[in-house]
């Protein structure tokens, strides 16, 4: 049987040591199955008097110890987390277990037996630093008309609903204190994800093709819908750009899985429960330029701001091989219904040279706010693989997956019947993949040299 270090009991009478004790100690695994059980004696003379140093077999999680005195006195101690054994010395405290003698005070009594400090698994705290490529899926707006087949008015471009970005992400994972009666998690955590992506679409139709000008609502001043049909030609370009920013507050619990993997290998389920902020900027620039006159034209800003706020829970599964180094790998899963609250404006500036200065439609701008609150809900799940190079360091690949129920957008008219512009709806995703650095900081084991 493989080991993992060892542990050293001694066995005292307040401050004396007793020379003539036995120890037993039995060995557990996560699944609270003994492993092991060893009996022997504590050392009578010499420097070590009263302890006994014992192996540790690996895979081993607690550790029951019971220690009986020539006089008949016993203590016993259970579930001793085997990160407060490892190459320590524990010492058991056994009131009026010294054996009598001749001359002297009497054995000192002692207070009661302090309680063992227990570790429930407790997970490392650390810093994260994330970075990767993203695809994200937006809603599509549209820009221009043409007239297609029976006079059919359809759009000249549409934006991608799918448009490459970068992505990255920092966080903080800081233990919680070990106190279980106020404290019932392992660590309090903090993650800020940041996803860009800039896109540009260009269309175009010939000098000689019908096409039009079509206003996002019709001129106050004149009722006109736009400017056309014409057959000077157009040519369109559709920028898009976004940033979205994803915050996550809360608490983690980590705890053991069982043998689900085998041996060097551990594994554990984690549960968390947290808030989620999402801040989302997306911003359309159309720019319908004709093809004959430079002074026939029209640009269009569609600016969109989304807040998502909610309650989050998640969910996850870790498996390791243990300290100091080794392969990991796991996956999470995390869901957060709430209150998506939007802010957009639609603003048009467009000009016609040749209409005349007099003309109501020579110099336009046309501008109309929205907002909106509607129920949401984001959903993720993120799958990793990695390897730890020290206690304080580990790599990862990473993908991600995020989705939203429905994400604003504008409704772009392409014909009269579809004015004004107006507020539309879809769903929404993120897929990403890319690398993490970890550098963590494991908790201080509380101080091992005291009474038990």
Known sequence: MALVGETTVKVTDGAAAIPQATITITFKNQAGKPLQTVKRPVLRTGPKTGTRTVAIPDNTRTADITVTTATGQTQTRTGLDVTLLTDREIVIDVPGGAPPQTAGPAPRTG??????????????????????????RIPQVSGGTRFGGGGAEVSIVDSRRSIPGVTAAVGVNIPAPRDRAF???????????????????????????????????????SGSTGLGPTVTGQSVTLDTRGQFWDIALGTTTRVPAGPIFASPTGSFWTYGFGVRYANMNTEHNITQQSLTFPDLNVAINLALRSHFIG??????????????????????????????????????????????????????????????????????????????????????????????????????????VRQPIGLTSSSSDIFSVGGRLVFEFNPVPPPMRRAL
């Open 111 to 136: 207070p009661p037996a302090e309680p063992f400090p227990a570790v429930v698994y407790p997970g490392a705290g650390g810093f994260p630093l994330a970075s990767g490529a993203s695809w994200t």
């Open 183 to 221: 404290f019932n998690f392992d660590y309090f955590t903090m993650v800020a994800n940041f996803n860009g992506f800039n896109d540009s679409v260009r269309g175009n139709v010939p000098v000689g093709t019908s096409s039009a000008f079509t206003y996002i609502f019709p001129n106050p001043a």
């Open 311 to 416: 309650p989050n829970f998640t969910v996850g599964f870790e498996a390791m091989q243990p300290l100091p180094s080794g392969m990991f790998g796991g996956a999470s899963a995390s869901i957060s219904p709430g209150a998506l609250i939007t802010d957009a404006s639609a603003r048009q500036a467009s000009r016609c040279g040749p209409c005349g200065g007099a003309s109501p439609e020579f110099d336009l701008v046309l501008q109309r706010n929205f907002s909106d609150t509607s129920f949401a809900v984001m959903t993720g799940v993120n799958g990793f693989i990695g390897y730890r190079f020290n206690p304080n360091f580990r790599v990862q690949g990473e993908a991600s997956y995020q989705y939203l129920s429905q994400l604003k957008s504008f409704a772009v008219p392409t014909s009269p």
